[in-house]
């Protein structure tokens, strides 16, 4: 196994934990923790693709990154907007 296979492993399992941990009830889909190991898990899986490219899988995790990268600026934003004096 090369090193970008077992980053891609890894961000596989990442995703799969974090979606088992919603699915389960454990874990708040909209949540930090759930968003930031999608967003971890889908970059690990494109790092791997750089290696081995393949079209549908770029577009698939490129598009999971970016939807929880989007979901961890909206938590940002509104974690600031409680903060900030009125």
Known sequence: MTW???VGVIGVAMILIAYAGAALG???VKGALSL???FLGASLIL???FV???LSALLMEGSWALV???GLVRLLVIR???A???
Request: hydrophobic fraction near 45%; charged fraction near 25%; aromatic fraction near 8%.
């Open 47 to 49: 790092l791997s693709l």
């Open 68 to 70: 929880s990268l989007v």
């Open 80 to 82: 600031l907007r409680r």
């Open 4 to 6: 970008t296979d077992a």
């Open 26 to 28: 454990r874990l708040d």
């Open 36 to 38: 930031f190991a999608n």
């Open 52 to 54: 081995d490219f393949n």
């Open 84 to 86: 900030a004096p009125h």
